[in-house]
C-alpha cells in the first residue's frame, strides 16, 4: 500500500458555518506595520552583539590559487576570519536537488574552496566588533584566482563545452520528459501548427527587506537561537541538525515581522549555516544584514527559462496536441529545497494544457549550470514561465484561425468536471468557461475593437491581452503525489482558549504581508462562535510553536488554515458538551454563534461562551462524565486531494510610437479561489501579483555582460514597478468552492503574477499586429517596441 492509498486523519477537516468567513474585514496587523512599530532583523539587538560581513567573488569563473588574510585577522577589533576550508570542517556543503526524474544534485559550498562559480558567491566571512569594522578586514582579504572561461547561455552549455560547475561535467543538472499520447501522429495530421520560443527575463524577487540573520549560542545548554527572515523556519531548522549536528530540541528559529519574500526567502541559505557557527565560535551573538547589492547578487534570481512551444490544431480551430521543451538558466548550483529545476520541469509538466482540453501533450524539460547566481523560487514559479508560453501562444493562435482571444479560447477550454489532463491530474471543479466569458463582458471585446481602430487613425496605438490560469493551490502532499513526486507537507495549528473564553491560535505559518493573522482569525472565530476580536494569532514569529511547511504555493489559507480549523473544532466539541450540560439539552441541539452557546430554535435558553469556558477551568460540576477539560489542542492538516485555482487577466495597453514605453491603461480580473476569507485581502494579494507582472513583462531585468558581471546591482538599474505604474483595477469575483478543503477555501497568493505577464505581453502584440510584428521576450524594452515599430520590424 502507497501513501496515497491510506486515509489520514489530518487530510479530513469538519464543515464550518461561514459568517465571519467571507467578511471584508480590516487587516489586524496594518496598525503595528502601518505605523512604523514593525521589528525586522535588522531591529533585532542582542546584548553582546557582533558583526558579519562577507568577501564575495569578483569573477564569474574561476580557480582560487590563493587567500591571504593576516592583515584582516591583525585588524583590531576583528574576532575571527572563515575561508572556505573553516567552513568545510563542520559542513561540506549545501545538496540541492528536487524530487524529479532527471535531476542531477549538487554541492554548495558554505564558502568556496577551490572554485568560484559566479559573482557574489562567497569567498570568506570576518566577525567583528561593528560593520565597518567587518567590511574593512574584507578589504584587507586578497584573493588570487586563475580565471577560467564564463558560461553564461544554458541553450549551446547542453551541448556540451566548456563547465560551468566542475561537479557538472555536462551542465546537465535537469533532464527529463514524458510523452502522452501519439504526438508525432498529432501533428503531422494538424490542420494547421502555431509554434514560438518565449524566452522569460531573469528577475529578482526583490523583497523590501533583504535577507539577514542573527544568532546566539550558550554553551552551557547547547541552546542556539536563530533569528532569520524566512519563509521556511521550520526547514531551516531542520537544517541546523541536518547540516550541523546542532540538536534540533536544543535550537530555536525565531522570525521577526519580515518586509516580503515572495519566495526568495524560501531557500536554505549558506549565510544561514554560516552565522551560528560562527556564534558558537566567537561565543558571542552575531548578526548579519544583507544589502540590497548583496541582494541583487547573490540571494536567488529567478524564472529565467527558453520555452519552445507548438499546438497542432483541426480545422476548426480545436487544438489536438501540445509539444513544448523548457530550458532553464540555472546558475551555478541548486539552491535547496526548491532547486533551479522547479522552474523547467513546472513549465513543461504542469502547465502546458491550462485550462483547455488538449488531449495529446510531449513534454521535455532541461536546466543547465551557467555561471550565474542559482535559480531560485519567486512567486507563480513554474506557472509564470509555462503560462506565458502558452496564453501568448494561444493569441498567435487566434491570429492563425482568424478568431477573437475569447473566440479561441472557449473552443479549446474544459467544460465539464472532474476533468483529467494528459498527464492524469483530476482537477475536481472550476469555473474556467466563466472566466472566459466574464473578461469579454468585462472588457467590452467589440467596443474595444472599435476604439482601438479609431485611434489607429490617429497614430496612437492600443491592444488587448487575455491570459487565463490553472493554478495549483494550497502545496501538498496530495499535489505532490499528483505531479508524481514525494514530497510530504503539512501544518499543525495550536488553539487554546482561556478561562475567559478569548483564544490564542498558534500557526506554523510566517508571515510576509499578506494577513494571515487576520484570516486566521477569521476562520476560528467561526468555528468557536465567538467574536473575531477575541482572538490573538500567533503566525510563525517562533518554531517553539505550531509546525509549518512553510509559507509557499499559495498553500496558507488552505493548509494553515484546515489545521486551525481543525484544532478549533475540537475546542468546539468541549464548549457544545459543556453548553449541554448547562442548559439541560442534547449536544446535537446546541450552537455557537455571536458570543453564545444556545438550543436550536429556543433563543432564551442560552449562556455565554465565556462562561463555560470558565466552568471548564473551574466548575467540575458541569462536565459531562469521562470530560476532559484540557482546552489546549494541536491538530495538523493536509487536504487529501490536491486543490486548483483559477482565473484570468485581460489588460488594456497603449504604446507610444516615439518612445516605445507601454502604458498598461487599466487591468480586468477575474479570480476563483473558491470560498474567499477575506476579499479585502484577497483583493489586495491580487493587485500586488499583477503589478509584479507588469514590472516582469515592461521594465525588470537582471543583466550579465559577456565575462559573467551582473551590471544590475543597484536599483537605479534595477527597474521596479511602483505605483506610478499601478492601473486602475477592475475585479470580478467568482467562487467555486472545492469539496475537499475547509469551508471550500483554495489559495490565490501567486495567481496576480502568474498570468499578468501573458496578459501584458499579448496586449504589446496586439497593439503591434498593424505592423506585422510580435515580441516574444520579456521585458518588452522601449527599444524591443521601437524596433518592432519600425519598417524593417527589427525586434531583439
Not at 536 to 564: E, H, I, K, L, Q
Amino acid at each position: 500500500m502507497t501513501t496515497s492509498d491510506k486515509n489520514f486523519a489530518h487530510t479530513v477537516a469538519p464543515v464550518v458555518t461561514a459568517r465571519n468567513i467571507g467578511a471584508r474585514l480590516p487587516r489586524e496587523e496594518d496598525r503595528k506595520l502601518l505605523t512604523g512599530r514593525g521589528e525586522y532583523l535588522a531591529d533585532v539587538r542582542l546584548p553582546g552583539q557582533v558583526h558579519a560581513a562577507f568577501v564575495r567573488s569578483s569573477l564569474a569563473h574561476a580557480r582560487i590559487t590563493g587567500i591571504d588574510i593576516t592583515e584582516a585577522t591583525a585588524l583590531p577589533g576583528v574576532l575571527a576570519v572563515w575561508t572556505g576550508a573553516d567552513a568545510a570542517a563542520h559542513c561540506e556543503g549545501l545538496v540541492g536537488e528536487l524530487s524529479v526524474a532527471g535531476c542531477v544534485p549538487t554541492t554548495m559550498p558554505l564558502l568556496a574552496q577551490e572554485y568560484v562559480r559566479f559573482v557574489g558567491e562567497a569567498i570568506a566571512v570576518v566577525v567583528a566588533e561593528d560593520r565597518y569594522i567587518a567590511e574593512d578586514a574584507c578589504d584587507l582579504i586578497a584573493v588570487d584566482y586563475d580565471e577560467l572561461p564564463p558560461v553564461l547561455d544554458p541553450r549551446p552549455a547542453l551541448e556540451g563545452g566548456p563547465v560551468a560547475n566542475e561537479g557538472l561535467p555536462d551542465n546537465v543538472a535537469l533532464k527529463g520528459g514524458a510523452v502522452y499520447g501519439d504526438a508525432d501522429k498529432a501533428f503531422e495530421n494538424a490542420h494547421k501548427v502555431v509554434s514560438a520560443t518565449y524566452h522569460t527575463g531573469r528577475l529578482a524577487a526583490l523583497p523590501m527587506e533583504t535577507r539577514g540573520c542573527a544568532a546566539t549560542y550558550d554553551w552551557t545548554t547547547q541552546e542556539l537561537r536563530l533569528w532569520t527572515s524566512t519563509q521556511v523556519p521550520h526547514y531551516v531548522k531542520y537544517c541546523l541538525t541536518a547540516y550541523l549536528g546542532f540538536p534540533e530540541n536544543h535550537c530555536e528559529v525565531i522570525t521577526p515581522d519580515t518586509g516580503g519574500g515572495f519566495g526568495q526567502k524560501a531557500h536554505l541559505f549558506s549565510e544561514e549555516m554560516l552565522i551560528p557557527l560562527l556564534a558558537r565560535e566567537v561565543d558571542r551573538p552575531v548578526v548579519w544584514v544583507e544589502d540590497r547589492r548583496e541582494n541583487l547578487m547573490t540571494a536567488t534570481h529567478a524564472h529565467e527559462q527558453f520555452v519552445d512551444i507548438a499546438y497542432a490544431g483541426d480545422e476548426n480551430g480545436r487544438l489536438t496536441a501540445v509539444r513544448i521543451r523548457a530550458t532553464g538558466d540555472g546558475g551555478a548550483y541548486h539552491q535547496p529545497p526548491w532547486s533551479m529545476a522547479v522552474e523547467p520541469w513546472c513549465t513543461a509538466m504542469v502547465t502546458p494544457s491550462g485550462a483547455y482540453d488538449i488531449p495529446v501533450a510531449d513534454l521535455t524539460y532541461e536546466a543547465a549550470a551557467t555561471n550565474k547566481c542559482p535559480i531560485g523560487a519567486y512567486r507563480g514559479v513554474g506557472y509564470m514561465a509555462g503560462t506565458l508560453a502558452r496564453e501568448c501562444l494561444m493569441d498567435e493562435a487566434a491570429r492563425a484561425y482568424e478568431l477573437s482571444p475569447f473566440d479561441i479560447r472557449r473552443r479549446n477550454v474544459v467544460r465539464e468536471f472532474p476533468w483529467v489532463n494528459a498527464q492524469g491530474i483530476t482537477y475536481d471543479e472550476g469555473s474556467w468557461l466563466r472566466t472566459i466569458d466574464e473578461l469579454e463582458r468585462m472588457v467590452d471585446y467589440e467596443a474595444f475593437r472599435r476604439r482601438q481602430a479609431d485611434l489607429r487613425e490617429q497614430g496612437r496605438y492600443i491592444g488587448l491581452g487575455l491570459s487565463v490560469f490553472v493554478e495549483s493551490s494550497g502545496e501538498s502532499t496530495a499535489m505532490s503525489l499528483a505531479h508524481g513526486m514525494g514530497d510530504i507537507y503539512h501544518d499543525t495549528a495550536t488553539v487554546r482558549m482561556e478561562p475567559n473564553g478569548t483564544v490564542t491560535v498558534s500557526t506554523g505559518l510566517t508571515t510576509q504581508g499578506q494577513g494571515h493573522r487576520t484570516t486566521m482569525a477569521q476562520v476560528a472565530a467561526d468555528v468557536l462562535g465567538i467574536p473575531v476580536r477575541d482572538i490573538t494569532v500567533r503566525s510563525g514569529d517562533s518554531t517553539s510553536y505550531a509546525w509549518g511547511s512553510g509559507t509557499v504555493g499559495s498553500r496558507s489559507a488552505v493548509v494553515a488554515g484546515g489545521a486551525v480549523l481543525r484544532a478549533a473544532d475540537a475546542i468546539r466539541s468541549k464548549l457544545v458538551s459543556v453548553a449541554a450540560e448547562m442548559l439541560k439539552a442534547d449536544a446535537a441541539d446546541i450552537e455557537l454563534a455571536d458570543g453564545k452557546a444556545a438550543v436550536k430554535g429556543e433563543p432564551d435558553s442560552a449562556v455565554n461562551i465565556a462562561d463555560v469556558a470558565a466552568s471548564i477551568y473551574f466548575d467540575q460540576s458541569v462536565w459531562p462524565d469521562g470530560f476532559d477539560p484540557t482546552l489546549e489542542v494541536t491538530l495538523a492538516y493536509d487536504p487529501a486531494r490536491p486543490v486548483f485555482s483559477n482565473g484570468g487577466h485581460a489588460v488594456i495597453v497603449e504604446l507610444d510610437p516615439e518612445t516605445g514605453f507601454a502604458r498598461v491603461e487599466k487591468v480586468f480580473s477575474v479570480e476563483d479561489c473558491g470560498t474567499m476569507i477575506n476579499p479585502e485581502i484577497v483583493e489586495g494579494q491580487l493587485r500586488g501579483g499583477v503589478v509584479q507582472g507588469i514590472g516582469a513583462a515592461l521594465l525588470e531585468r537582471l543583466v550579465y555582460d559577456s565575462a559573467g558581471q551582473l551590471t544590475t546591482t543597484t536599483l537605479l538599474d534595477y527597474h521596479v514597478p511602483t505605483l506610478d505604474v499601478a492601473p486602475p483595477f477592475e475585479i470580478h469575483h467568482l467562487e467555486t468552492p472545492s469539496a475537499h478543503t475547509p469551508a471550500g477555501i483554495k489559495g490565490m497568493g501567486e495567481s496576480g503574477l502568474i498570468a499578468a505577464p501573458a496578459a501584458v505581453l499579448n496586449a504589446v502584440n496586439d497593439a503591434l499586429s498593424c505592423f506585422g510584428t510580435s515580441l516574444y521576450a520579456l521585458p518588452a524594452t522601449p527599444e524591443q517596441v521601437l524596433g518592432a515599430m519600425s519598417p524593417s520590424g527589427s525586434v531583439g
